[in-house]
């Protein structure tokens, strides 16, 4: 018996999802059969950054609410702490803290989107992974990548229900809808593939710093074609059907708008109510699972 220990974003802990249908449920389930029973220890929830060199503290939220606290360097410090026999180690993170409202930006800049995603994919996850690996000497670290919210396979008027549910705000009438678009997507690309180069490197880094190969980065194997409203998409979108414009599509729609309401200030409701767009979806997952166990 062992314990899967489950460190992140929104990313592990299968925002939007029944928890049969998380990628980290469907990796325990097949770790049962073949290591012995396996006990979770979820520790990721929705909108943790990394967050080095963040003293703050704050009371948590439920899981399906976004919210940076409790970051990821203290549900390291807090598990470090209480778990006991962590025989795996799945983690992720950066995408908050590089901030997906800046990544959905058009007027963003490319440099700025670089160097921030290199500050944290690779800078901060650096110093998490080395944190990791001596609060956990033994454990496999499987760092679990990201994937394209969008690409040009996306379907136009999807496009502009993401950035609706993310901004809590459509393109203005007056603007080129195109040249937008473009322009997300742009970032979206951008972000999915320097993110993976950047937490490569940390990965590396890790591993040569401790001097083993117990860290693997799993790719989550999405294209381009499972982005968000994409012909073989891979990601929860949102209802842009008239009269249901923008309302969210993922399982947990009635919990997580129940949660929001008692957690939530009146001006967050609307991003928080649609807070799995652009997460994983119930295929997704099992891709994600299929990728992690293929690394086990």
């Known amino acids: 018996m062992g314990d899967l220990l489950v460190l992140g974003d929104s990313v592990p802990w299968g925002q939007g999802l029944l928890d049969e249908h998380k990628f980290t449920s469907l990796v325990v389930k097949q770790l049962d059969q073949t290591a012995g029973p396996v006990n979770v220890k979820m520790d990721a929830h929705s909108g943790a950054t990394i967050g080095v060199n963040d003293p703050s503290t704050k009371n948590p939220k439920p899981g399906e609410v976004p919210f940076s606290y409790p970051t990821i360097m203290q549900q390291l410090q807090a598990a470090a702490s209480n778990v006991s026999d962590a025989k795996w180690i799945i983690v992720n993170g950066g995408i908050n803290d590089v901030n997906v409202r800046c990544i959905l930006n058009p007027l963003y800049s490319q440099a700025d989107l670089d160097s921030d995603t290199a500050s944290y994919c690779d800078g901060q996850m650096t110093w998490l992974l080395k944190v990791l690996g001596s609060s956990f000497p033994q454990a496999p670290v499987y760092v679990v990548g990201y994937y394209p919210i969008l690409s040009y396979q996306s379907d136009p008027l999807g496009i502009d229900a993401i950035y609706a549910a993310h901004m809590a705000s459509e393109w203005t009438a007056l603007a080129d809808k195109e040249l937008l678009r473009n322009a997300v997507v742009d970032h979206c690309l ?36 499972n982005a968000a409203f994409a012909p073989q998409k891979l990601l929860w979108g949102v209802n842009t059907a008239p009269g249901q414009l923008f309302g969210p599509e993922d399982e947990v729609i009635a919990l997580r708008k129940t949660e929001c309401d008692r ?7 609307f991003t928080c109510y649609r807070a799995s767009a652009g997460h994983p979806n119930v295929a997704g997952a099992a891709q994600i699972a299929k990728q992690i166990l293929a690394s086990v």
């Open 190 to 225: 951008r972000f999915w593939k320097y993110s993976t180069q950047c937490l490569q490197a940390a990965v590396q880094y890790a591993n040569s710093y401790h001097g083993t190969n117990r860290f693997i980065f799993v790719d989550t194997g999405f294209s381009e074609a």
């Open 263 to 269: 957690s939530c200030d009146v001006l967050d409701l």
